[in-house]
């Protein structure tokens, strides 16, 4: 079957034939194919609104067309860069600046105002154009973020950072032509608005409308290396962190806002969670014994296709050592980054091994940093000097990769960040490079009759593009960052090259590779002969095993429940009610579902989900419940097991204590069948395989549904 969906045009950019699906912008299909257009109100991850125009493109027509908004059509030919474009964009760009102060705040902080960069490259150093009579103003009320309406250019971007990302609505339009602008609710102060300083439209702003009102004007050093006390000098870092010798800096499972980042001392980071997954065991005294939930180690059945697997991914420059889960941080190290970025529970303990000095930063000042090229050039040579070879030999089937060859890699691979949304790879297109997930996380996904199936998360320690490098065919999957993510890429001549010295290697990449394509052809012939879309609302498709009811035989005994309960101390993990089809009541329980949302956002990557797509919860979990809170239908549950915990007031000594560990529903697989379904009297219970149980069903006309 191919893996290129079905509904295409083909139409030429420049010259070049090109094929896209149905629906796809210019500026999309231009982009995937590595024709650049310039854009000012657009960004990846956003919906294109076409405000600032600069992306026009000629198709032939009376006027040019926003590439942005103007979806491709058959035959049609485009032109993006001949003289009489570039001159269109050139004046659009130039009417830009004739409101501009340049150079604006954000290039005079960091030397990235995206207009002042469009303009410097078209050779325009002032306007022809008159400056409006009617000058809008500065807005220094806020004491967090400095405006300038003078800098902005209305793009929007600021508004959909505000509504869309994080659904504050504070900012919108107000006014009208030339006397139109950014407003702060009813046209208020910043200060007196209801924003809550989160950053999201300074991150947004293209120009130096909306800045940090701390870090304008500063700059770092333009040398190779960093000198911390140019950080120490920046006014946002004015109130430094000191930590006593064995004093904790962060513990797991805690939320957080803020990363660390190390000037003087050593600190630790571990994992004070025992390092066990929740298994049930029973005695031999008949199938309704009472069972036990404990902890138990690692186990082969636990973990098939990943049972050598050496280090635990934690967010930090370093893993952590599995039979040891302990490393140390050093000055120039930073932690806590995707937590920072992103909002996760903080995904280890962190404790001061010397008396540290910290800089610690909320997510609008790391993003400006992050910016300056001394700063990330410094991570990065961190990231290749210390972290490179335990990223790689993180990675089962790489652990025996030699020491020259990993320094061989060390200054080949590139570090690349992508935005929410942003596509990655994109299925169908061709193979060039294999990525290493360093912080957030990637959703794979393949485009199936009926929709999108979602293949894997991908966390820290996962990769992706090895399958069709391995087959020399096209991208089999789209791989989407669903957060701030930042990927290691190895090009295809150094893949190849890795293959052909490590058979060893290619062996376990080709094994792992069939098994999954394997796994996901049995899935496409389950489902390509159901009618999904009558039940894709109530979310049934989405499950690989459901607990389904038939309401015509069952008398509300509750016995199902009851098997559950008595078989898990007490807890049942399965609710009778639910959604209904048909006849049949979907009870509340774990569905094993095609898109696990649990798995998004574990800060050590220990929800996962098999080749067999099984999910499980692997022995490195934390406690920190953000699996609980993302499954949508409340079927993971937190169990408390006693533990010694860090006496907070004695370092160094233990106290007794309790921790938690996210279980779910296992199915029981110490038995022959599941308890609910074994001790149902009436033959109602049934776990069931969505597309196999109602495919029958779905070819009748007019199912009954509902949602009690």
């Known amino acids: 079957m191919s893996s290129r969906p079905a509904a295409e045009i083909q139409l030429t950019i420049d010259g070049r034939p090109i094929s896209v699906p149905v629906g796809t912008t210019i500026f999309d299909a231009a982009r995937v194919n590595g024709i650049p257009i310039p854009t000012l109100c657009h960004q990846q991850n956003e919906n294109p609104v076409g405000v600032c125009r600069v992306c026009v493109v000629d198709i032939g027509q009376r006027v040019y067309a926003a590439s942005c908004i103007r979806q491709c059509e058959s035959g049609m030919t485009v032109k993006t860069a001949t003289d009489q474009v570039h001159a269109a964009r050139n004046t659009l760009v130039e009417l830009l600046m004739s409101d501009h102060p340049a150079p604006c705040a954000r ?64 900012l919108a339009r107000r006014g009208k032509g030339y006397q139109a602008g950014i407003a702060f609710d009813n046209n208020l102060p910043m200060s007196e608005s209801s924003c809550v300083s989160c950053g999201e439209c300074m991150v947004s702003c293209p120009t130096g409308a ?106 930090a420059s370093v893993d952590l050592p599995y039979d040891s889960p302990i490393a140390e941080l050093n000055p120039g190290d930073m932690f806590g980054e995707m937590t920072c970025m992103s909002y996760y529970p903080r995904s280890a303990t962190v404790r001061a091994r010397t008396d540290c000095v910290m800089l610690e930063m909320l997510r609008n000042v790391l993003d400006i940093l992050q910016r300056n090229k001394t700063f990330r050039a410094q991570l990065e040579r961190n990231y290749r000097a210390r972290a490179l070879d335990s990223h790689l030999r993180s990675v089962p089937v790489f652990k025996s990769l030699t020491q020259d060859f990993i320094d061989h890699l060390r200054d080949r691979v590139e570090l690349l960040r992508f935005n929410p949304g942003q596509v990655i790879c994109r299925q169908g297109d061709p193979a060039d490079s294999f990525y290493l997930v360093r912080i957030g996380f990637v959703k794979v996904s393949e485009q199936r009759p009926g929709g999108e199936l979602v293949l894997a998360y991908l966390a820290r320690g996962g990769y992706f593009g090895e ?36 058979p060893e290697v ?58 559950c309960a008595d078989a898990h101390e007490g807890v049942s993990r399965l609710v009778r009610e639910g959604l209904r089809f048909d006849k049949y009541l979907v009870a509340t329980s774990c569905r094993q579902c095609r898109d696990p949302l649990c798995m998004v956002g574990c800060p050590v990557g220990s929800i996962r989900r098999r080749n067999t797509l099984e999910v499980i919860i692997e022995d490195w979990c934390i406690g920190c ?74 070819a009748q006309p007019a199912p009954r549904t509902d949602g009690s």
């Open 506 to 563: 290619r062996q376990k990449l080709e094994a792992i590779a069939q098994e999954r394509i394997k796994e996901n052809l049995r899935h496409t012939v389950q489902t390509q002969n159901v009618p999904v879309d009558q039940f894709l609302a109530q979310g049934l498709m989405e499950a690989q095993s459901l607990l389904v009811l038939d309401l015509e035989k069952c008398t509300r005994c509750d016995q199902c429940v009851r098997a």
């Open 107 to 170: 290039q005079q902080q960091s030397g990235d105002c995206e207009l002042e960069r469009l303009a410097g490259a078209a050779g325009i150093k002032e306007s022809r154009f008159p400056h409006r009579t009617t000058p809008r103003g500065k807005d220094d009320s806020s004491a967090v973020i400095a405006v300038d309406h003078e800098a902005c250019i209305l793009c929007d971007r600021c508004i959909r950072g505000c509504d869309d990302i994080r659904d504050n609505w504070v």
């Open 210 to 315: 909306l800045t940090n009102k701390r870090v304008v004007g500063t700059q770092l050093g333009e040398g190779d290396v960093l000198d911390p006390s140019e950080l120490l000098g920046l006014p946002i870092f004015q109130k430094k962190r000191h930590f006593k010798a064995g004093e904790i800096v962060c513990r797991e499972g805690e939320f957080g806002s803020t990363a660390f980042y190390i000037l003087e001392g050593q600190a630790e980071v571990f994992l004070a969670s025992p390092i066990a997954h929740v298994k049930t065991e029973g005695s031999s005294k008949g199938f309704f014994s009472k069972l036990q939930s404990l902890l138990a180690p690692r186990e082969g059945d636990r973990r098939s296709e990943e049972s050598d697997r050496p280090f635990i991914p934690i967010d």
């Open 625 to 698: 419940g953000l699996c609980a809170t993302n499954c949508p239908y409340g079927n993971i549950n937190l169990h408390p097991f006693p533990a010694e915990l860090d006496d907070p007031s004695h370092p160094g000594q233990t106290i007794a204590g309790v921790r938690v560990k996210a279980t779910s529903c296992d199915l029981c697989h110490d038995h022959a069948e599941p308890s609910c379904v074994y001790a149902c009297p009436h033959d109602a219970a049934h776990r069931v395989n969505p597309p196999e149980f109602f495919a029958g069903m779905l």
């Open 467 to 502: 399958i069709a490098l391995l087959s020399g065919s096209p991208r089999s999957a789209t791989c989407t960052a669903l957060d701030h993510v930042e990927v290691v890429r190895i090009v295809g001549e150094d893949f190849q090259l890795m293959l052909d010295r490590f």
